[in-house]
């Protein structure tokens, strides 16, 4: 039987046999079941865990309260009750009922951070695993320098898992259209990155925002720490879709989703990229040298690496993917490879 006075008695001059009593082992048998309770419930259903925990520590809080103020009444204002004499009927039930509720919210306090410790060790022992994560949702993010490639392995990729796929690289071509067309200058910080602000997502399928002189553009604003910033929060709000989204650009690994499931870099030389791009412009019957698309490149490359803010570089955890001597479906097929050996680890 659960006795509250051989407990604490035994609490006060421990022996073998008082351990042994029933007094004793009662509180901490229940206790050690509350404990696993706790545990086996904060596994099964963390969050039915938390509401029976709250529950379960006020109510025990709130008995407690109700029986000290009863007894601290007794003990101030009527010490005679306490010592069991000239007891009226109904100051013998509240005496009686306070010493009981006293006992109850005392064991209940124990059995109930028995409870709470139980779903925590749970918690401590159980972290979500990133493959769990990987599961349900997927982020892929894809740097790298013009014309490597990256976006076509973006857009393949994102087919084939059918996930929604931005290129953000429109983001920033567009702010300098935008900024253009306000009449501003594109070295115009506070325009361009009102531009930014302002900018309507439904617009980037702007055919005009493919050419050589957007990207440009584009390169001149995307120095900018308030286009940059004014540019972060539909960037991550992409990339935080249910099933996750495939992104493309110069910081997304770095900057944008930090904590991508997987990382790559896509490069390739830059006369191989100009070679490419070239092809792109020959092929819309844009009339531009290779040279001077060659020229563009290395520009580009050279101002969005030494920029101070987000500078194009693949992030520490990235896998490199060089394109230099693939084309298009091999590229996809490594890249394909890279996913598949990142979701097994
Ligand atoms: O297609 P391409 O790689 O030539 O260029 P893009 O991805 O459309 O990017 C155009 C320019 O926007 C780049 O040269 C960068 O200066 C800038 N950009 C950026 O700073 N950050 C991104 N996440 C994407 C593009």
């Known amino acids: 039987m659960l006795n509250f006075v051989t407990f604490m008695e035994c609490l006060n001059a421990p022996n073998s046999t008082c351990m042994t009593s029933p007094g004793v082992l009662a509180p901490v048998v229940l206790t050690l079941m509350l404990v696993g309770a706790g545990a086996l419930l904060a596994r099964r259903d963390r969050k ?4 029976l925990r709250s529950r379960g520590i006020w109510g025990t809080f709130l008995i407690l309260a109700y029986s000290v103020i009863v007894l601290a009444y007794f ?24 010493v009981l509720l006293c006992g109850i919210g005392i064991a209940g306090l124990v059995g109930m951070l028995g409870f709470a410790l139980g779903g925590w060790l749970v918690k401590k022992k159980k972290p979500a695993s990133s493959s769990a994560t990987m599961a349900n949702r997927l982020v892929i993010a894809i740097d790298g320098p013009a014309a490597s490639g990256k976006g076509t392995v973006a857009k393949r990729i994102a087919q084939h898992y059918g996930l929604p796929c931005l290129d953000t690289g429109l983001l920033y071509r567009a ?5 253009v067309a306000n009449g501003a200058a594109l070295e115009d910080e506070v325009a361009a990155t009102a531009a930014a602000r302002a900018l309507d997502a439904a617009t980037l399928d702007d055919p005009n925002l493919r050419g050589p002189a957007a990207g440009d553009a584009a390169s001149i604003v995307a120095k900018m720490p308030g286009v940059r910033a004014a540019l972060l929060d539909y960037q991550r709000r992409f990339a935080s879709q249910p099933g996750g ?7 997304i690994g770095t900057v944008i989703c930090p904590n991508a499931d997987v990382k790559m870099f896509v490069t390739a030389t830059a006369e191989e990229r100009a070679r490419r791009r070239h092809l792109e412009h ?8 290779y040279d001077m698309v060659l020229t563009d490149i290395r520009r580009r490359d ?15 955890d990235a896998i490199t993917l060089d394109t230099t001597t ?16 990142k979701r097994k680890t």
């Open 302 to 316: 050279e101002r969005d690496s030494a920029r101070n803010v987000a500078p194009l570089e693949a992030a520490a």
């Open 245 to 251: 989204a495939v992104l493309d650009g110069r910081d």
């Open 75 to 98: 003990f101030l204002f009527s010490p005679d009750a306490v010592m069991g004499a000239a007891q009226s009927d109904i100051e013998n039930g509240f005496w009686i009922t306070a």
């Open 282 to 289: 020959q092929a819309r019957g844009e009339d531009i040298s």
């Open 175 to 179: 702010v300098a259209r935008d900024c």
């Open 326 to 341: 693939l084309n298009a479906d091999a590229a996809f097929a490594a890249a394909l490879e890279i996913i598949a050996a």
């Open 48 to 51: 039915r865990f938390r509401v």
